[in-house]
């Protein structure tokens, strides 16, 4: 990777990227109708390259290819093992190609590339790996049954899947589908968002170079509401694997629900940090920070509700004061950057807009933050502290998608408890506290997907992770996610 030096530190170079072709039945196509759409670098606005818009044509050739690789191709029958090995040549390809993917992840969603090295691009690595182990892991049990009859138990897999994945964490968020899906033997079509479809594209040479034969994973760029509507309804996709908004996430389930096909829903959040009197607060307050100023805020596990125990009110806001405008803020090529841009000039109005009510029509305070950075071009906006909002606040029940954090105060531990759980979603929630008995009384008593104890988002593939109420249904991670890949299978056999 070359490198240029800018103000003292070494900034990476943005990648050139070709314009990028539809990965169908193992080769590269045009769409069919010949269009192509510009792909926007967050952090200066300019277009990086094109790639194809599918249309529902294409939709269909990636379909057919998934249908064959799945009905007569070799995948769904290897051995668990020869799938392993396979699985972890991807790994193997992957780190060699990690610059490639760094550079790629960077540029297309604006994520400083120190976070899409050591987060987006390490995971996926580490995800290949642990399914690869879970792919020669076949169980299945016997039951004798009543009047001398044998019966066995077994888990095949469901057959072409739909991965329908969201901007903010491309890599990630599509490879937490596929590496299971293939693990458990079953065929793709994935349909990238629009606005970061580039590491799937990149992610599709991966693949054919580590030996996935054609037609298995199949990759379709193009509109959400034509291809991933197309999907949902599609006789010849046989289970849908969405991630991205919950309004979004409504209409696939409907969709899919009518055509009587199993979809599994990752959508959005509106997370609580809890910190109790007894917490260790510089500890709790760099939780706080990284919890929803990572990935700009454009995170679906983002704490972005604070709940603090009243007498540390006062005192946790002048630390999140102080420490925010330290915070490097700027260019995602710089290895120093922590915040990058938002995703596009769209998602950073909605930010806007909703600092805007919090000033105007709900008379909060903007603490620190609040406006735009005008750098570059690009989509930068300053990570952002509301005070004095009421329960009610649009604030603090709406999913914003970016750094916005709202701060509440509370007088006990069940107040604590009413106030992280009011919200319409459940993805995660933390709680600061040293005390172990509360640790087990509060977290049992949160209605979120996943907990965290001292810490914000500590991830990892042999944890599940998955909302509960408007955050989703279903998990991904861990050996839990693969009863949504398979389906049972009992044979009896008569005496
Ligand atoms: P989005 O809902 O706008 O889009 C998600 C995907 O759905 C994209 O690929 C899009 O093209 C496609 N799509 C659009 N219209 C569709 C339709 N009618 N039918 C089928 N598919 C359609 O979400 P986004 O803006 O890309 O991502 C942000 C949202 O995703 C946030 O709400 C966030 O909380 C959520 N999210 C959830 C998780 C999780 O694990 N729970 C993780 C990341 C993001």
């Known amino acids: 990777m ?53 249309g529902l044509a294409d939709l269909e050739a990636a379909v057919a290819a998934a249908r064959k690789a799945f009905d007569q191709g070799d995948w769904a029958r290897m051995s668990g093992r020869e799938r392993a090995r396979i699985l972890l040549r991807v790994a193997e390809v992957m780190r060699r190609r990690t610059d490639e993917l760094v550079q790629t992840e960077s540029v297309d969603v604006g994520k400083p590339v120190t976070f899409s090295r050591v987060v987006d691009v390490q995971t996926v690595i580490e995800e290949y790996e642990y399914y690869a182990a879970q792919a020669q892991v076949r169980e299945g049990s016997f039951r004798e049954v009543p009047g001398g009859a044998k019966a ?27 590496a299971p899906a293939l693990a458990t033997g079953n065929t793709i079509v994935h349909k990238p968002a629009s606005e970061t479809p580039l590491s799937a594209l990149l992610m599709a040479e991966i693949f054919a170079e580590a030996g996935i034969p054609e037609g298995v994973v199949n990759v379709v760029t193009g509109p959400g509401s034509l291809l991933g509507d197309a999907m949902a309804r599609h006789p010849g996709i046989d289970k849908i694997a969405f991630t991205g908004s919950t309004e979004i996430g409504r209409e696939v389930a409907k969709v899919a629900g009518e055509a009587l096909k199993p979809a599994t829903l990752e959508l959005g959040g509106k997370s609580a940090h809890i910190i109790f009197e007894d917490a260790d607060i510089e500890r709790a307050v760099g939780s706080v920070i990284q ?64 600092c805007r009510i919090a000033r105007e029509d709900e008379k909060a305070t903007i603490a620190v933050g609040g406006q735009r950075i005008d750098l570059d071009g690009g989509f930068y906006f300053q990570p952002t502290v509301v005070t004095g909002v009421s329960n009610a606040s649009r604030l603090v029940q709406e999913e914003i998608f970016g750094p916005v954090l709202t701060v509440q105060a509370f007088d006990s531990e069940a107040e604590a408890v009413a106030l992280a759980n009011s919200t319409v979603y459940g993805l995660a929630a933390g709680l600061h506290t040293r005390d172990i008995g509360r640790v087990h009384r509060v977290a049992s008593q949160l209605k979120a997907g996943i907990i965290w104890v001292n810490s914000w988002a500590i991830l990892d593939p042999s944890v599940p992770f998955g909302g509960y109420k408007a955050s989703g249904f279903g998990r991904e991670n861990g050996p839990e996610v693969l009863s949504y890949y398979t389906q049972v299978k009992s044979t009896v056999i008569a005496p």
């Open 2 to 54: 070359s490198k240029s030096e800018s103000q003292g530190s070494a900034v990476l170079d943005r990648p050139q990227i070709a314009p990028r072709l539809l990965f169908i039945g193992g080769r590269w196509v045009e769409a069919q109708s010949g269009k192509r759409r510009e792909v926007i670098d967050p952090s200066t606005g300019r277009v990086i390259t094109t790639v194809a818009e599918g």
């Open 152 to 178: 066995y138990v077994c888990r095949e897999p469901l057959g072409v899947i739909g991965a329908i994945t969201p901007f903010n964490f491309p890599l990630i968020l599509s490879n937490n589908k596929l």
């Open 291 to 354: 919890g929803f100023i990572f990935n700009t805020g454009q995170f679906c596990m983002a704490g972005t509700r604070l709940l603090v125990a009243r007498p540390l009110h006062d005192a946790v806001v002048q630390a999140l004061v102080g420490a925010l405008p330290q915070v490097p803020l700027g260019n995602p090529f710089d290895p120093a950057t922590v915040v990058g841009p938002m995703v596009s000039a769209k998602q950073r109005a909605t930010s806007e807009e909703y």
